[in-house]
């Protein structure tokens, strides 16, 4: 075991079996020796601070780790970046290690690391069109955090679903179930437009009483032949028209009775 300094020269110094040429400040930094800048410098050609130094001090550090940092590509290659990597960044000038993991959180991908605040939705373009069943939505299912996609048309089957039994939508027509609308939901201005009025053809759904005649507007003339009245025929319920016309042979067939049975009681009476 050679214990005296110097005996060992730097010409025959082969480390690791791979005869790498290394120079005393490369050495240096091999040995857990606190190295300087300028010993840094031959690692990256770039001229090192104080702060840059902080965080390799301490550091054992191999040939293979000492390649990556002065950019040679001969060991490494393509790695998968885990939360646990330490990266190297510069915090407002002072430089520091921190675990990959928080880049998840800088650009949003981490669950619960894009604030719903950053989400700038009156920024973005507006989709100019209707939508469409195929359009798509974003929802948190179940309000647990679990964020999935839903196509528009399934609002429709859940607005729908939230509908009382009062009311029916089928395929986008919506009808009021029977016994619904009661006269007390009907507003006390509501009028409703003779257009929208149908023919009245059930039998005892307008009461004589409702029937004013005498807020009508008089003919106005003498009542001719052609002119129609309204007849219950035989006051069995049956209402029909019947024209002026008929009037005149109504009287004239019991006026002719009633003429001879009063010159029958006048004969008797006056002899």
């Known amino acids: 075991m050679l214990t005296v300094a110097g005996e060992v020269s730097m010409t025959t110094l082969d480390i690791g079996g791979t005869n790498v040429t290394s120079t005393a400040a490369e050495l240096n930094i091999l040995d857990g020796v606190t190295s300087t800048a300028a010993e840094l410098n031959i690692l990256d050609g770039v001229t090192s601070t104080a702060a ?11 040939a293979s780790e000492l ?13 998968t970046i885990a939360d646990s990597d330490g990266v190297v960044v510069n915090d407002g000038g002072t430089m520091k290690t921190i675990p990959a993991s928080d880049f998840k959180t800088l650009v949003g991908a981490a669950a619960g690391g894009f604030s719903i605040a950053n ?11 209707a939508l469409a069943d ?34 029916t939508i089928s395929s986008g027509t919506a009808a009021i179930g029977s016994g619904v609308i009661v006269n007390a939901d009907i507003n006390s201005s509501a009028a409703i437009a003779d257009s929208k009025l149908d ?29 129609l009245f309204i007849v ?11 024209a002026a016309s008929r009037l005149v042979t ?17 004969a008797i009476v006056f002899g």
Not at 251 to 266: L, P, Q, T, Y
Request: hydrophobic share 40%; glycine share 16%; no cysteine.
């Open 52 to 62: 840059e130094l902080n965080i390799l001090d301490g550091v054992t550090s191999t």
């Open 67 to 79: 390649n990556l940092l002065d950019g040679d590509t001969s060991v490494g290659g393509s790695i």
């Open 119 to 129: 989400l700038d939705i009156d920024g973005g373009t507006d989709i100019g069109a």
């Open 134 to 167: 195929a359009d798509l939505l974003i929802v948190d299912d179940g309000a647990g955090g679990t964020n999935r996609k839903m196509a528009a048309s399934r609002l429709q089957t859940y607005i729908e679903g939230k509908i009382s039994g009062d009311i």
């Open 199 to 227: 023919t009245i053809s059930t039998a005892d759904k307008v009461s004589l009483a409702a029937l004013d005649i005498d807020g009508g507007t008089d003919i106005g003339e003498a009542i001719v032949d052609a002119d």
């Open 232 to 242: 219950d025929n035989g006051a069995g319920g049956t209402n029909r028209k019947v």
């Open 250 to 266: 109504y009287i004239d067939a019991n006026s002719s009775a009633a003429s001879v049975g009063k010159a029958i009681a006048m």
